[in-house]
Nanobody, 124 residues
Framework: EVQLQASGGGLVQAGGSLRLSCATS????????IGWFRQAPGKEREGVSC????????YHSDSVKGRFTASRDDFNGLAYLQMNNLRPEDTALYYC?????????????????WGQGTLVTVSS
């Protein structure tokens, strides 16, 4: 059974940092890209980052470019999203998900498996 679980969210002040983790099991982790999405109340799910198998391809949305960095630990089946210089508009439920690659990084419908989200709240 494929499982993903995002963790590491919390409450942080604007300008602060958080590192999200995505623990996975049930599939060959290093064969898949890992995407990060977020969904704020009343808004659509937004793709913010994707890191392909072997870290050969990376995507970050314009809204997080230069502030968020995705990484992965293929040996342990873990993915990370380092979030720096957080802003109140980054407040959302954050999810990790799998896809074959990052060709459609920003589109949730291409991702096959999803974990439960972790809540990030940034206060001003």
């Amino acid at each position: 059974e494929v499982q993903l679980q995002a963790s590491g969210g919390g409450l942080v002040q604007a300008g602060g940092s958080l590192r999200l983790s995505c623990a996975t099991s049930g599939f060959t982790f290093d064969d898949y890209a890992i995407g990060w999405f977020r969904q704020a109340p009343g808004k659509e799910r937004e793709g913010v980052s994707c890191l392909s198998s072997g870290a050969g391809s990376t995507y970050h949305s314009d809204s997080v470019k230069g502030r968020f960095t995705a990484s992965r630990d293929d040996f342990n089946g873990l993915a990370y999203l380092q979030m720096n210089n957080l802003r109140p508009e980054d407040t959302a439920l954050y999810y990790c998900a799998t896809d074959a690659d990052c060709d459609h990084a920003e589109s949730a419908r291409y991702y096959d498996f999803w974990g439960q989200g972790t809540l990030v709240t940034v206060s001003s």
